[in-house]
């Protein structure tokens, strides 16, 4: 195995545990809160995250097996609308807190995937950490519009 590669496969193995430990943040702050929307936030970020481990782990296979990169074409996982009239819970200091962790979680991510494609050649490569990167920066935009939301409630 190249030296390229293998330095390929430990970053991408570091992306999976990233992934993976955000996921189990994301599920435990979805538990955490009594906001309806912060709830709704938390799980449509936890699934996400999930999906890009599980594509992570399809890309570390087929690059460990074959040196090839594998199709991403971006999630289909929806957030769902939020509900008309849901009530709010004002106790929202924990959620301010966890959205600012969160946030301060999607951009070590989309950082990370900044470096990778600074260390990535292949088109196919470059294609699917961009989409990643992407899809983080989306999480952020949904993040910071939440934690907005929250400070005009108080």
Not at 42 to 70: I, M
Not at 88 to 94: A, L, R
Request: hydrophobic share 30%; charged share 35%; with cysteine.
């Amino acid at each position: 195995m190249s030296e390229n590669r293998k330095e390929i496969l430990d970053a991408i193995m570091r992306a999976m545990e990233m992934e993976k430990e955000t996921f189990d943040f994301y599920t435990k702050a979805e538990h955490k809160t009594f906001d309806p929307a912060g709830k709704r936030i938390f799980r449509w970020l936890a699934k996400t995250e999930e999906g890009h481990y599980l594509k992570l782990n399809e890309l570390c296979t087929s690059l460990h097996e074959s040196g090839r990169w594998v199709f991403y074409g971006g999630t289909t996982i929806e957030l769902e609308p939020d509900a008309a009239g849901a009530p709010h819970v004002t106790y929202t200091t924990d959620d301010r807190e966890a959205l600012q962790i969160a946030r301060d979680i999607e951009q070590k991510g989309i950082a990370y995937y900044e470096e990778l494609l600074t260390k990535t050649t292949d088109p196919d490569g470059r294609q699917m950490l961009e989409t990643l990167r992407n899809e983080e920066v989306e999480h952020l935009r949904v993040i910071d519009e939440q934690y907005a939301s929250l400070k005009g409630r108080k």
